[in-house]
C-alpha cells in the first residue's frame, strides 16, 4: 500500500527547461547548443547538485571553456536562474488534493543549497513533511545511496513510497531500491493521475 508521494522538484513542480532557456537568452543555435553541452554534457552543472561548488563557481567553470563574448551574460543568467524555474500551478494543486488525502508528502532532489532561499516562493512547498537535497547529502540522484537516505531519514520503507520524477534513470533508480514510479517527462498531470490510478493509489 503506498503510503508517502516523493516528488522530484525541477521540471516536476517548478519549470525546468535550460535548452528553451538557453536559447531564448542566446539565439544563435551554435551559442545555445555549446552551452548546453559544456553545462550539462559536461556536467559542469551537477557540481552544485553536489554541493562541491557555489553557482558562481560553476559559471567561472563553464565560462573558461566558452569564448568571451559568452561570459557575461552566461554568468548573469546562471546566477539568476531560479528566476527561470516558475512554479507549476496544477502540480501545486495536485499535491494539496493528495496531502488531503492522507498521503506524506516529500521531495527529493538533485539541487545545489539555494533551494532554502527560494522555498517560500514555491507554493507546493507548504505541503511537504520533509525534503532531502543533494547538496546537502554530496550524493545526486541515481546513486542508490540518495533513496536510501531519504528512507532512513524519515522513516519510510521503499515499498510504501511512489516516486514522480522527470527523467526515466532516477526512476530506474528508485526502482532499483525497491520504490515504484512514474517518468513525467511528459509534463502531463493526467496521464500521472492515470499512472496512479492504475497502481491503485489514487
Not at 4 to 11: E, K, L, S, V
Request: glycine share 6%; hydrophobic share 40%.
Amino acid at each position: 500500500m503506498i503510503k508517502n508521494i516523493i516528488f522530484d522538484m525541477g521540471g516536476v513542480i517548478i519549470r525546468f527547461t535550460p535548452k528553451e532557456t538557453f536559447k531564448r537568452y542566446f539565439p544563435d543555435n551554435d551559442d545555445s547548443d555549446r552551452i548546453f553541452d559544456v553545462l550539462f554534457r559536461q556536467n559542469i552543472w551537477g557540481a552544485q547538485d553536489l554541493g562541491t561548488k557555489t553557482v558562481a563557481e560553476v559559471a567561472e567553470d563553464a565560462c573558461a571553456l566558452l569564448p568571451g563574448r559568452l561570459h557575461e551574460p552566461l554568468t548573469k543568467l546562471l546566477l539568476n536562474w531560479w528566476d527561470e524555474m516558475p512554479p507549476v500551478p496544477e502540480m501545486c494543486e495536485f499535491i494539496a488534493g493528495l496531502k488531503s488525502k492522507g498521503f506524506g508528502i516529500y521531495l527529493l532532489s538533485n539541487t545545489p543549497p539555494e533551494i532554502y532561499n527560494r522555498m517560500d516562493s514555491i507554493p507546493a512547498f507548504r505541503y511537504f513533511d520533509g525534503i532531502i537535497a543533494s547538496c546537502d547529502w554530496k550524493c545526486v540522484k541515481p546513486d542508490p545511496e540518495i533513496y536510501r537516505i531519504l528512507f532512513r531519514e524519515f522513516s519510510l520503507l521503499p515499498e510504501e513510497c511512489y516516486f514522480i520524477d522527470d527523467t526515466r534513470v532516477n526512476i530506474d533508480g528508485a526502482s532499483a531500491v525497491g520504490m515504484k514510479g512514474h517518468c513525467y517527462s511528459h509534463g502531463s498531470i493526467e496521464l500521472l493521475r492515470r499512472a496512479m490510478r492504475d497502481e491503485g493509489i489514487i
